[in-house]
């Protein structure tokens, strides 16, 4: 047993000088464009996909991630996967989105080839799903989901080996870090909208100490020399 006065300070102090996570955190703009709403709808009504890759081969031979980004939660479901071809495109809104959360009313997708195929308008006129796909002069449309691309990436390129080979080993824990964060825009967590509850991380499931600053203070007192 032991006891660490001001602990939270001190890892708090730890956590904020870490290089890393400054050298990979992007920068913010200097000038900020005029930003125009986008009509989301319903929780799962509109969806955007997107996929990010060929990234370093893991161990099990994924190279791509797969994302689905909802616009009114910020809800994010990934998948890796080896490669991004309709038929993967297609097993991934049924495994991951639709048994899951059910058919949503409209997709946000560019002109990706595994998109615009002809398996891919099957599937979603079958389940009367919107397919749209932003003009050329406005791929901000597909902003949300290419913004959570770059945010997992930062936080798995702080935990890979230097193989680069079990990124996708680590892809989850971002997934639930993202998930699990307070997003600016509507001052929730991604799961708590989804699932009309917040989740627990694991540090909230560790004994809370009942040492306050003050004890903490007079016990540094007392045992100074």
């Known amino acids: 047993m032991y006891w660490w006065p001001r602990m939270r300070e001190a890892v708090q102090s730890w956590v904020a000088a870490c290089q890393d996570c400054g050298s990979r955190k992007a920068k913010p703009k200097a000038v900020v464009p005029p930003l125009r709403s986008v009509r989301t709808g319903d929780v799962c009504d509109r969806w955007a996909i997107d996929v990010a890759g060929p990234l370093p081969v893991t161990a099990g031979g994924n190279r791509y991630v ?8 910020r809800y994010a479901v990934a998948s890796a996967v080896s490669e991004h071809t309709a038929k993967g495109i297609a097993r991934f809104l049924m495994g991951n989105r639709v048994f899951v959360y059910g058919p949503m009313l409209e997709i946000m997708m560019d002109g990706a080839m595994e998109f615009g195929s002809k398996a891919t308008a099957e599937l979603l006129e079958l389940m009367q799903v919107k397919q749209s ?3 050329p002069y406005r791929p901000k449309l597909l902003g949300l989901v290419k913004r959570f691309h770059r945010t997992w990436k930062d936080i798995v390129s702080l935990y890979v080996d230097e193989g680069q080979d079990d990124w996708d080993d680590v892809l989850p824990s971002a997934l639930y ?3 699990s964060s307070r ?5 929730f967590q991604s799961n708590e909208l989804m ?8 540090a909230e499931l560790l004994r809370r100490s009942r040492v306050t600053h003050p004890v903490a203070g007079l016990h ?3 045992t100074s020399p």
Not at 183 to 187: D, L
Not at 195 to 202: A, F, Q, V
């Open 66 to 73: 797969i994302a689905a980004v909802e616009y009114t939660t």
């Open 133 to 135: 796909t932003p003009v």
């Open 177 to 179: 870090a993202y998930n």
């Open 183 to 187: 997003h600016s825009t509507h001052g």
């Open 195 to 202: 699932m009309g509850r917040r989740l627990r991380t694991p």
């Open 220 to 222: 540094i007192r007392l």
